[in-house]
């Protein structure tokens, strides 16, 4: 059985596994939590994955969910920018929003680091559905949200969703219903990838085979889910190429999407674009309407 404990302000976090699978011991691998100058809190040595579920205060049914996945170069965690601060404008929605703290890759804790995100991920989606009766969540409506190397994992966990990197006895549908991807990292070709995530997750000599598999932008099929999409023009950390080659796949391939691209806004501006007034998020308020995802 789990461990489940509540928190304050309607959290409940819960660890995702009662044995973690692909990992190793490493006794002196500790977790550690900084806060920047800039009141960003970067987590790092994740090696016990959790999620922590924000139920809105409101509810008219059964909630639409979001699994949220911050993003750091698969290095750190941006918790607070890319996670809680989300997950509480969802909330305000009347959206159940769940922030995923996975495992970053790491060859000390992990057999295969390059897999440990994405079982996470997939235990996360598997958790969610299968307890969603319990969670007032409405079981086709269980959406995955990713931002930077986040948003590679949310991309991951879309493309993926028909391979079980986890136990899965029951059948459990590990494809989310939709996805939200916020400049995000898409390809793991070196013209294109974000060499310090790709580095991360695959090392640094990575064979042609997994680098092909975990391009996103090669595994969209007619079954992707719809996708909105945003990231700006000057973005400097992550190409915008991977997001446009992973629009394009999505265009071909028939699945709903949308792409958004500001003139302005660089890398890593969470829910804010240029000012406290800017806030894109909006427009994946209406996406979600638009789509009856909420």
């Given at each position: 059985?789990?461990?489940?404990?509540?928190?304050?302000?309607?959290?409940?976090?819960?660890?995702?596994?009662?044995?973690?699978?692909?990992s190793?011991?490493?006794?002196?691998?500790?977790?550690?939590?900084?806060?920047?100058?800039?009141?960003?809190?970067?987590?790092?040595?994740?090696?016990?994955p959790?999620?922590?579920?924000?139920?809105?205060?409101?509810?008219?049914?059964?909630?639409?969910?979001?699994i949220?996945?911050?993003?750091?170069?698969?290095?750190?965690?941006?918790?607070?920018?890319?996670g809680?601060?989300?997950?509480?404008?969802l909330?305000?929605?009347?959206?159940?929003?769940?922030?995923?703290?996975?495992?970053l890759?790491?060859?000390?804790?992990?057999?295969?680091?390059?897999?440990?995100?994405?079982?996470?991920?997939?235990?996360?989606?598997?958790?969610?559905?299968e307890?969603?009766?319990?969670?007032?969540?409405?079981?086709?409506?269980?959406?995955?949200?990713?931002?930077?190397?986040?948003?590679?994992?949310?991309?991951?966990?879309?493309?993926?969703?028909?391979?079980?990197?986890?136990?899965n006895?029951n059948?459990?549908?590990?494809?989310?219903?939709?996805?939200?991807?916020?400049?995000?990292?898409?390809?793991?070709?070196?013209?294109?990838?974000?060499?310090?995530?790709?580095?991360?997750?695959?090392?640094?000599?990575?064979?042609?085979?997994?680098?092909?598999?975990?391009?996103?932008?090669?595994?969209?099929?007619?079954?992707?889910?719809?996708?909105?999409?945003?990231?700006?023009?000057?973005?400097?950390?992550?190409?915008?190429?991977?997001?446009?080659?992973?629009?394009?796949?999505?265009?071909?391939?028939h699945?709903?999407?949308e792409?958004?691209?500001?003139?302005?806004?660089?890398?890593g501006?969470?829910?804010r674009?240029?000012?406290?007034?800017?806030?894109?998020?909006?427009?994946?308020?209406?996406?979600?309407?638009?789509?009856?995802?909420?």
């Amino acid at each position: 059985m789990l461990l489940i404990y509540s928190m304050s302000y309607a959290q409940t976090t819960i660890p995702l596994y009662p044995e973690i699978p692909n990992s190793k011991p490493a006794a002196d691998y500790k977790e550690k939590a900084d806060t920047g100058t800039d009141s960003i809190i970067r987590i790092s040595n994740v090696s016990v994955p959790e999620i922590t579920i924000f139920q809105p205060s409101k509810s008219n049914g059964k909630n639409p969910a979001v699994i949220i996945c911050p993003g750091g170069g698969y290095s750190i965690l941006a918790y607070n920018l890319e996670g809680t601060t989300v997950a509480h404008i969802l909330n305000d929605w009347g959206v159940t929003a769940i922030v995923l703290k996975y495992r970053l890759p790491s060859d000390e804790i992990m057999k295969d680091k390059s897999v440990g995100p994405i079982e996470d991920a997939q235990r996360a989606i598997q958790y969610v559905r299968e307890n969603a009766e319990k969670l007032n969540i409405d079981p086709q409506k269980i959406g995955i949200m990713g931002f930077s190397a986040g948003g590679h994992l949310a991309a991951t966990a879309s493309t993926h969703f028909d391979t079980n990197y986890i136990s899965n006895p029951n059948h459990i549908s590990l494809r989310p219903d939709f996805s939200i991807l916020a400049y995000p990292v898409i390809s793991m070709v070196a013209s294109l990838t974000h060499k310090g995530s790709r580095d991360n997750l695959l090392g640094k000599a990575p064979s042609g085979k997994i680098v092909e598999n975990f391009s996103n932008e090669l595994k969209v099929t007619k079954n992707t889910p719809p996708t909105f999409l945003v990231l700006a023009n000057d973005d400097n950390g992550v190409n915008p190429e991977n997001s446009i080659k992973y629009y394009e796949a999505l265009l071909k391939n028939h699945v709903h999407a949308e792409l958004h691209i500001f003139q302005n806004g660089g890398h890593g501006f969470g829910t804010r674009l240029l000012d406290e007034n800017d806030n894109w998020m909006d427009l994946l308020r209406i996406w979600m309407q638009h789509n009856d995802f909420k």
